[in-house]
């Protein structure tokens, strides 16, 4: 009985590593650390700085629910794990609440320049304003 205790605690275990691994993979600064930079992390936030030049593509990524200031001027073609896609125009001053994301990226006009502050302990909620 010892032993199926503890083999059942050890399988559990292992699939919430292999599950966190996974997760941390997919982590922007990861997968693209030289577009996405943390300049600041604390308990509650993390600050990322992106910036990438016309053409530049950004691998299959996701963050937390997060608050996104731009400070460039950038058409992107964003698309979804299932392939949707969605281009969207960003320019200065343009800020935008994001629930947590998984996509990918193209930049297909500009320079890509936001700050974004992912929040760490955020609950989904609805934006005023769409991507």
């Known amino acids: 009985m010892r032993s ?3 083999l059942l605690l050890a399988c559990l275990l292992g699939v919430g590593l292999v599950s966190a691994v996974a997760q941390k993979a997919k982590d922007s ?4 650390p030289d577009v996405h930079q943390v300049v600041f992390e604390n308990d509650h936030v993390r600050v990322l700085e992106a910036r990438a030049a016309h053409g530049a593509k950004s691998p299959m990524h996701s963050h ?3 608050l996104i200031v731009s400070i460039g001027s950038a058409r992107v073609k964003f ?4 392939g949707t896609t969605q281009i969207v125009d ?9 629930d947590g994301v998984e ?6 006009a500009g320079e ?3 700050i974004a502050v992912e929040v760490k302990a955020a609950q989904a909620a609805k934006s005023k304003q769409s991507p």
């Open 4 to 6: 199926k205790l503890a």
């Open 29 to 32: 600064t990861i997968v693209d």
């Open 64 to 66: 937390p629910p997060m």
């Open 79 to 82: 698309t979804s794990p299932e």
């Open 90 to 98: 960003v320019h200065p001053g343009r800020v935008l609440w994001l």
């Open 103 to 108: 996509h990918s990226w193209e930049l297909l």
């Open 112 to 114: 890509i320049h936001v």
